[in-house]
């Protein structure tokens, strides 16, 4: 079975600019989460996302969204970026939201902001 | 609310020697735990997970953690590293609907 995919692996964008971010989950997974990893703050969570509807929200601000196709497949779209944005986002998914379901993450997405 | 604490940011260790990496943990509900590992320019792969049951749980790659309710601990051994255990781990609470990271440490692992 095929694990989590991120694309694009990098990026690199001006300050300012939008971007926006792709996540295939694991076949039969419905439930996606988003993290941001920096040297700084280590792994923060951003969001999550259950057919097609964002279930919870980090303390992100509202630069930062995203959501969830009807594939389960999600995105995550940063506006307005800022240099501190730079970092790896990482997705993971999970087969529903329960708390005991284990989240598997993928490569990552390394964002660049000049 | 949860948290963790990853009692070591670097830890040095030869080869064939056992490794322990400290974790403890906070919460306020019933926790489910976790430790990840990162290799350079890669994502998070799954260790190993305690849900409930054992208090010893053995995971991937000869990795082992043992569940502490009462020290709020979950440790990660390992009786003999390889060079290529080298990279960073990360202990995980989740008591709620997200994952609550360590800092992490970094494990580098010499001939």
């Known amino acids: 079975k095929a694990g989590v995919t991120q694309t694009p692996r990098y990026l690199i964008k001006t300050r300012g600019q939008q971007v926006t971010l792709s996540c295939s989950p694991i076949?039969?997974?419905?439930?996606v989460s988003w993290y941001q990893q920096t040297p700084g703050q280590g792994l923060q969570f951003l969001f999550e996302?259950?057919?097609?509807?964002?279930?919870n929200k980090g303390n992100f601000p509202g630069r930062f969204s995203g959501r969830q196709f009807s594939n389960s497949r999600s995105e995550m779209n940063v506006s307005t970026l800022e240099l501190g944005d730079s970092a790896l986002y990482l997705c993971a998914s999970s087969l529903a939201i329960s708390y005991t379901d284990t989240q598997y993450f993928g490569p990552g997405t390394r964002l660049t902001v000049l | 609310a949860q948290s963790v604490t990853q009692l070591d940011s670097q830890v040095p260790v030869f080869e064939e020697a056992p490794v322990e990496l400290r974790c403890n943990y906070s919460?306020?509900?019933?926790?489910?735990l976790f430790w990840y590992v990162q290799y350079p320019n890669q994502g998070l792969q799954l260790l190993l997970k305690y849900l409930s049951g054992s208090t010893l749980v053995k995971g991937i790659n000869g990795f082992e953690a043992e569940f502490n309710k009462s020290q709020t601990s979950f440790h990660l051994r390992k009786p003999s590293v390889h060079i290529s255990d080298t990279a960073e781990y990360f202990c995980?609470?989740?008591?709620?609907?997200?994952?609550?990271f360590g800092a992490g440490t970094t494990v580098t692992v010499r001939a």
């Open positions: 995980a609470v989740k008591g709620d609907y997200k994952l609550s």
């Open positions: 076949s039969g997974h419905r439930s």
């Open positions: 919460s306020s509900v019933s926790v489910y």
């Open positions: 996302y259950f057919s097609e509807t964002q279930r």
